[in-house]
């Protein structure tokens, strides 16, 4: 047998062949203590190299495994920090349409207090209009009557 494939193997049984094959070779009188010293140191050495292979590819994938979880955890970390970029983008963009709505609810309240048209409410859809109201316009109607947008303002407008 090769060197590398017996030093390669745990397998007592290959060991027990290959050295009973190598006795019948050399014969009794070559097998004294020093020889069977070092086969034995051989074999016992042989388990703890594949115990070290063993535990070397473990930590091998053990630590790709790190270098993984930290890429997750850095692109994590990143999409944390643009969501919060995005959300405080948002909420102040927000705020400012909440001012401009403002500032838009009290320009129609002042022009339908100036025309005195406080307590109308629009009609839904092509509908006649309330009764003693002007004749009816198609979908969508003009002037003065307010579009479906601006109706629902002027709802929540407080008067």
Same mark, same amino acid.
């Given at each position: /047998?090769? =060197?590398?494939?017996?030093?390669?193997?745990? #397998?007592?049984? $290959?060991?027990? #062949?290959?050295?009973?094959? !190598?006795?019948? =070779? %050399? *014969?009794?009188?070559?097998?004294?203590? &020093?020889? /069977?010293?070092?086969?034995?140191?051989?074999?016992? /050495?042989? *388990?703890?190299? +594949?115990?070290?292979?063993?535990?070397?590819?473990? %930590?091998? &994938?053990?630590?790709? =495994?790190?270098?993984? %979880?930290?890429?997750?955890? !850095?692109?994590? =970390?990143?999409?944390?920090?643009?969501? &919060?970029?995005?959300?405080?983008?948002?909420?102040?963009?927000?705020? +400012?349409?909440?001012?401009?709505?403002? &500032?838009?609810?009290?320009? $129609? %309240?002042?022009?339908?207090? @100036?025309?005195?048209? $406080?307590?109308? +409410?629009?009609?839904? *859809?092509?509908?006649?209009?309330?009764?003693? *109201?002007?004749?009816?316009?198609?979908?969508?109607?003009?002037?003065?009557?307010?579009?479906?947008?601006?109706?629902?303002?002027?709802? @929540?407008?407080?008067?």
């Amino acid at each position: /047998m090769e =060197r590398d494939k017996l030093l390669g193997t745990m #397998d007592a049984k $290959v060991w027990t #062949d290959e050295f009973m094959a !190598t006795k019948a =070779r %050399l *014969g009794d009188e070559e097998f004294d203590h &020093a020889m /069977m010293l070092a086969w034995f140191a051989n074999a016992i /050495m042989a *388990g703890f190299d +594949e115990a070290n292979r063993c535990a070397q590819r473990a %930590l091998d &994938a053990a630590q790709a =495994r790190v270098k993984e %979880l930290e890429l997750y955890l !850095t692109q994590e =970390r990143a999409n944390r920090d643009s969501l &919060a970029a995005c959300v405080d983008r948002d909420v102040k963009k927000i705020k +400012e349409l909440q001012a401009q709505l403002a &500032a838009v609810g009290r320009a $129609v %309240l002042a022009v339908i207090l @100036t025309m005195g048209l $406080v307590a109308w +409410e629009p009609w839904p *859809g092509p509908s006649p209009p309330p009764p003693g *109201g002007p004749a009816p316009y198609p979908a969508p109607y003009p002037a003065p009557y307010p579009s479906q947008e601006e109706a629902l303002c002027l709802r @929540t407008t407080p008067f």
